[in-house]
């Protein structure tokens, strides 16, 4: 972060200084978990559901930090304290961000793909300038500050990726991070329990394309109706991707390799080139093109982002992450985070893998998490999508997730075909009594159920289920607003 005294930093957050130098500096990092307190940081205080981070601020002090951010003075810590520390953190950054006239602001947001192409932007544009981006999913009102804050007077680029639950939340996440370019990828039906439609979610995403700043460009995905009609909500250039011939940045001839991993031409302007992706599943094309518009409209020549398509890497576990076992088995651990429309993408994939290598199919599928009114019909769609698509194995683990094992038995399911079990501990018991060499493994569902543990238990020198700590010491997570 750049230096910031206490003084500007309580006038900025309205907080009171106890024990606490109106001069002394802040130039280290701000950090929410004690563990990573260092000298010259500024550590903040949020209170959790199970654990209070002011139980920390000793710790804190402890380890070098000048001041820390908290709601009430803590005996024997300099406290900088205000009424909401949460709030205060989003005003530090904003602080920060302002005094930074020369850093781009890249923002993004969308139904799913968001971390995926918030990965890939930054491969490519890192070579062409000093390029600040999001660990995980840091997308919400905590990681999102938490991030802006590692920009520096050197950072040319400042990754934003922006999730939402609410209408206003991506209006707040950007007035912190005004972008000077605006990417919005898709609206599907994540969260739609709390929007109630899609089109409800339409407008919460187009927050993004309103808060653009005057110069900026507007990036829209062409091959979404919804996304496209979002040119009407700014006055700025828009620059369109997808496979839609009038899109701007175009991938054509698409087509899956042995492995499910996309290969097509790239089309910017007169330039074409060949891109063969290192990911797995048709839906990566779309990342790809929305990542190569960001870097278009940053100015990189059509062939370094050509390039640098072609050399990116995953970088984010559990996306599409396929592992092959000694036994022949493979497992494709995409338990991240679910909807309705990345199960459908992730279920392409798995029948792609199955099919070009003759292989057995298994779709191990956990429940998706709010969807409200709709989880039971998006559930029941899910399974009779997998008999559809003639995936030979459906193993359905969790109460919330049943709908899809009785969508697929009224699709026509029979016998063992469909399986369902209540626990994770079940599911591995059934997996590893009836798996068999040459099979293809997808494990898919939301965090919250927590199969990520059950695709980790079935990977190599793993016996037990993995227990997946809280990288911090709150229970309030920086990460995953979709």
């Known amino acids: 972060m750049i230096p910031v005294s206490c ?44 654990v209070d981070g002011h139980d920390y601020v000793g710790t804190a002090t402890t380890a070098g930090v000048t001041a820390s951010l908290t709601t009430r003075p803590i005996e024997g810590s300099p406290c900088i304290v205000v009424a909401d520390s949460q709030r205060a953190l989003g005003d530090l950054a904003r602080l920060v961000i302002g005094r930074l006239p020369d850093l781009t602001v890249i923002g993004l947001t969308g139904s799913s793909g968001k971390t995926s192409t918030k990965d890939l932007i930054a491969q490519l544009i890192r070579p062409y300038g000093e390029t600040v981006s999001p660990e995980g999913s840091f997308n919400n009102e905590i990681g999102h ?59 919460a995403k187009g927050e993004m ?47 899956l390799d042995a492995e499910g991993r996309p290969a097509f031409t790239l089309h910017i302007g007169d330039f074409s080139g060949d891109v063969q992706l290192r990911f797995i599943g048709e839906h990566y094309v779309s990342n790809a093109l929305a990542a190569a518009a ?32 000694s036994d022949g088995v493979t497992i494709i651990n995409d338990a991240f985070n679910a909807n309705p429309d990345s199960t459908r993408a992730a279920l392409k994939s798995l029948v ?26 998006e559930h029941d769609a899910i399974g009779r999508l997998v008999v559809r698509l003639d995936v030979n194995r459906l193993l359905v683990v969790g109460a919330g997730a049943k709908p899809i094992h009785l969508g697929a038995s009224l699709e026509g399911s029979w016998g063992n075909e469909s399986a ?26 939301s965090k919250g159920a927590k199969l990520r543990s059950l695709a980790d238990a079935l990977l190599p020198g793993r016996d037990e289920l993995s227990k997946f700590a809280e990288r911090d010491e709150l229970s309030k997570s920086v990460e995953d607003v979709q």
Do not use: C
């Open 420 to 445: 369902f079990v209540d626990t994770i501990p079940e599911a591995l018991e059934l997996l590893r009594t009836e798996l068999r060499p040459g099979d293809v493994v997808l494990v898919k569902s």
């Open 352 to 377: 792609a893998i199955g099919r070009s290598r003759g292989a057995r199919t298994w779709a191990v599928l956990g429940e998706m998490l709010e969807l409200g009114d709709r989880s039971g019909e």
């Open 209 to 255: 394309i309103e808060a653009v700043i005057p110069g900026g460009i507007a990036i829209l995905n062409a091959d979404d109706h919804r996304v496209a009609a979002m040119r009407t909500r700014t006055q700025e250039r828009v620059l369109t991707f997808g496979e839609a011939p009038e899109a701007d940045i175009r991938a054509e001839g698409v087509k």
């Open 7 to 50: 003084g500007e930093i309580a006038d900025v957050v309205g907080g009171e200084l106890v024990g606490v130098d109106p001069a002394a500096v802040v130039d280290g990092a701000v950090v929410i978990d004690s563990r990573a307190a260092g000298q010259g940081g500024l550590f903040v205080a949020l209170p959790g559901e199970n």
């Open 145 to 203: 500050p938490l991030t802006a804050l590692h920009a520096t007077g050197t950072t040319q680029y400042l990754i934003a990726e922006m999730g939402a639950r609410h209408q206003g939340d991506i209006v707040y996440l950007t007035g912190i991070t005004p972008p000077k370019v605006g990417l919005v990828l898709n609206v599907g039906t994540s969260h739609i329990g709390e929007f109630g439609t899609q089109d409800n979610i339409a407008v």
């Open 294 to 325: 960001v870097a278009a409209a940053i100015g990189m020549p059509a062939e370094q982002i050509a390039a640098g398509l072609n050399s990116a890497t995953r970088v984010s576990a559990a996306r599409m992450e396929l592992t092959e076992r």
